[in-house]
Every structure is written in structure tokens, then in C-alpha cells.
């Protein structure tokens, strides 16, 4: 009789935080939780926006380096009030989990156009000492994106060769 190895349970990395206050943008939350000591412990953010109004949707996800740092951030962060008008902010596990998850969810729902638009584009951060990029064609290297399996559907009108320029 075989025993059938079991499949890791997915890491738990990935934070939705809801109820921010309309003042918030993001570079206001990533600013905060820097201050709150989580500079460097996260690789990606996004902060929706209303395309129509230009606004922020009120939520935002964080995917951070380990599943021990996702786990403290909603403990602390669970009602920290970002703005004095407002009320405290609402953490929890968001349904898509991890870095790369995030990523392909967000490339395959969006139109390539959209990931051209830098308002409402998620920011990657590729090492904790690096600055925040934008989630777009243009400022990542095609690498990037193979490593990601999304190569074809976000490059196909950019040559690869000149996306490796970049790095």
C-alpha cells in the first residue's frame, strides 16, 4: 500500500485590510506600516480604485515575507485608526494567498491596458531593501514575468528582449 504524501497546506501571507478611511492612499499605509516596524517585511500591495470616480475602494491587500509576519500585522493592525475621522481599519486573511498568487490573480482579471494605468496597478517590492515598483510591462524585467508563468499574456506586445533591457 502507497502512502500518499499529503500536500503542504499553502503559506497564509497575504493580508486584506478593509475600512480605510477615504484620506488614505497608499503611499499613507505603507508610511504607516513602515512606522509600525513592517519596512522591508512585504512584497506587494495593492490599493484599489474606482475607475470611474478615481477613488479609493476603502481596502487593500498586503502579501508580507512570511506567514509569522502576516499573522502579527492583522493582530496589530486590527482596529488602528489611520485618519481622526475615521474608524479603525478591519485585517483579516485574504482569499488569494502569496506573492505570486496575488499576481497572477491580478494580471488574469485585469485587461493589459489596465496594468498600463498606474493608478490602481498593485506595487511589488523584489527585495526587502528595494523601493516599491509598479505592477507594470514597462518596469519589470521578462524574467520576471516567465518565472511567473505570465509571459505570453503580458508581454505579447513587447519584445522580451527589450523587457530584459530594464533589469
Known sequence: EQAVAAAAPAQRTTVAISRLP???S?????????????????DFVYFPHDFA????????????RSEDLATTFRERFQGVVLAPD???????????????????????????KHIRQALSVP??????????????VE????????????ESFVLGAKDSTDADACS
Open 86 to 112: 475615521s474608524t479603525g481599519v478591519v485585517t483579516k486573511l485574504a482569499d488569494v494567498q502569496g506573492f505570486s498568487g496575488n499576481i497572477r490573480a491580478f494580471v488574469k482579471k485585469k485587461q493589459r
Open 53 to 64: 470616480t478615481r477613488k479609493p475602494k476603502g481596502y487593500a491587500f498586503v502579501n508580507f
Open 139 to 150: 518596469n519589470l524585467p521578462a524574467s520576471f514575468w516567465r518565472e511567473l508563468g505570465l
Open 22 to 24: 477615504p484620506s488614505c
Open 26 to 42: 497608499q503611499p499613507t499605509l505603507v508610511a504607516a506600516m513602515n512606522a509600525a516596524g513592517y519596512g522591508g517585511h512585504f
Open 123 to 136: 506595487t511589488v517590492y523584489l527585495t526587502p531593501e528595494a523601493p516599491g515598483i509598479p505592477l507594470s
